[in-house]
């Protein structure tokens, strides 16, 4: 998401993007414990939610102008699968 600062700043909120920060000491052990459970919580979020996720994705798609040549069909394969 490569949006001018201020088309972020206008978005709203459930729209703008969210910045995590990411320790650089942990081991590949500790990497993998974490990248494991964010992929089980977010299959797990989207069971639950899928069909108002997919209205907010499509709202935020709309919003930040992306057309469909330009989404991962990989990730949307994923997601219902």
Known sequence: ???PPEKLRTSPAHLRP???E???IWTPEQALAVFDLLDELKEKIWTRYSGPLQGLLEEQRRYLGVNDSNIDRSA???RTS
Do not use: F, H
Request: glycine share 0%; net charge negative.
């Open 18 to 20: 969210n910045t995590v």
């Open 1 to 3: 998401m490569n949006e």
């Open 76 to 78: 949307t394969d994923r």
């Open 22 to 24: 990411i320790p650089a």
